[in-house]
Nanobody, 118 residues
Framework: VQLQASGGGLVQPGGSLRLSCAAS????????MNWYRQAPGKQRDVVAT???????NYADSVKGRFTISRDNAKNTVYLQMNSLKPEDTAVYYC?????????????WGQGTQVTVSS
């Protein structure tokens, strides 16, 4: 299973970005899909999670501004980020909990840079 993240970039405070992360490969079933972020000098923290049934959860710092969604047919998870703040600047990573051959695995994407600056 490979995860490919895209959609990062430079945006002004108050702006929006939409991140995508697509899982590819064969013989797997995706359960939860999640977004994390890591700012320079800080640990990687969870931003938002979504189960296979669409239940979501968010970090307090992004509630009301970010929305996670997924397209199960495309094995893709999205993160719509609105009202962006400079403190949202980080490398954003997606991960996916997958079942392969009856076993559970956790896969990570390569990360995409989000910079919020005027």
């Amino acid at each position: 299973v490979q995860l490919q993240a895209s959609g990062g970039g430079l945006v002004q405070p108050g702006g929006s970005l939409r991140l995508s992360c697509a899982a590819s490969g064969s013989g797997f079933t995706i359960n939860a899909m999640n977004w994390y972020r890591q700012a320079p000098g800080k640990q990687r923290d969870v931003v938002a999670t979504i189960t296979s049934r669409g239940s979501t959860n968010y970090a307090d710092s992004v509630k009301g501004r970010f929305t996670i969604s997924r397209d199960n047919a495309k094995n893709t998870v999205y993160l719509q980020m609105n009202s962006l703040k400079p403190e949202d600047t980080a490398v954003y990573y997606c991960n996916a909990e997958a079942i392969v051959g009856g076993l559970f695995y956790l896969y990570w994407g390569q990360g995409t840079q989000v910079t919020v600056s005027s």
